[in-house]
């Protein structure tokens, strides 16, 4: 069976402080991508980034990076000198042949 | 612009009413998908169809209906036997087939009053 969790329901900390949001993921299968969605106030998801189960190189991307550890199967997600406009729901994901999975959501709250 | 619109943004339903919640997609993308948030929750499959004339049951389709009679339109119904339809409905297109990378609408708010 195909799992995704996110511990941390919400995450609340002050602009420019460093954050990272944990994901942990389950599956037998040796072929997957990983993903990370943004959903802003606003509803709609907004795609991140994409990982495939061969690549575990971590990924920066201006303020954002990405560790794929496959020995802890973990995807974390940090964002460094957090800004408010970073305030959302982030959602981690697996997608294997069979389906597409979900966690939870962590709820990033970037106050002033 | 390309991309997905869902409508209407929000509606409100009475309990035995059936409601059918749009989706269309200018993308030219094969597959596409709908899903149910509730707070607190990840995003739950209700139905996905990989090609036109074609779609499958997700984990919780029961009380929804779909179809797929044209590769731009994947409409969600919510019958009366849905039993807690209040959620928000987020429709998705995917791109290129098992990438997982999903391009979604703005959403549907559905409050049954």
């Known amino acids: 069976a195909q799992k995704v969790t996110q511990a941390q329901t919400e995450i609340s900390v002050v602009e420019k402080e460093d954050v990272t949001l944990d994901c942990v993921y389950e599956?037998?299968?040796?072929?997957?991508?990983l993903f990370w969605y943004k959903q802003p106030p606003s509803g709609e998801l907004v795609f991140l980034i994409r990982?495939?189960?061969?690549?575990?190189q971590n990924e920066i991307s201006g303020r954002y990076s990405w560790n794929f550890q496959k020995s802890t199967s973990s995807f974390n997600f940090t964002i460094t000198a957090s800004q408010v406009v970073d305030s959302a729901v982030y959602f981690c994901?697996?997608?294997?042949?069979?389906?597409?999975?979900f966690g939870q959501g962590t709820r990033l709250t970037i106050n002033p | 612009d390309g991309g997905i619109t869902q409508s209407p943004k929000y509606l409100f339903r009475k309990e035995g009413q059936n409601v059918t919640l749009s989706c269309e997609q200018n993308?030219?993308?094969?597959?596409m998908y709908w899903y149910r948030q509730d707070p607190g929750q990840g995003l739950r499959l209700i139905y996905y169809?990989?090609?036109?004339?074609?779609?499958q049951k997700g984990d919780i389709a029961e009380g929804y209906s779909v179809s797929r009679e044209k590769k731009e339109s994947f409409p969600l119904t919510v019958t009366s036997a849905q039993k807690n339809p209040t959620a928000f409905y987020l429709c998705?297109?995917?791109?290129?087939?098992?990438?997982?990378?999903?391009?979604f609408g703005e959403g549907s708010r559905l409050t049954v009053l």
């Open positions: 994901a697996l997608r294997t042949l069979q389906k597409l999975v």
């Open positions: 599956t037998r299968d040796t072929t997957y991508y």
């Open positions: 990982r495939n189960s061969f690549d575990e």
């Open positions: 993308l030219n993308h094969d597959a």
């Open positions: 169809s990989q090609i036109v004339n074609d779609f």
């Open positions: 998705a297109s995917e791109g290129r087939a098992w990438t997982g990378e999903l391009f």
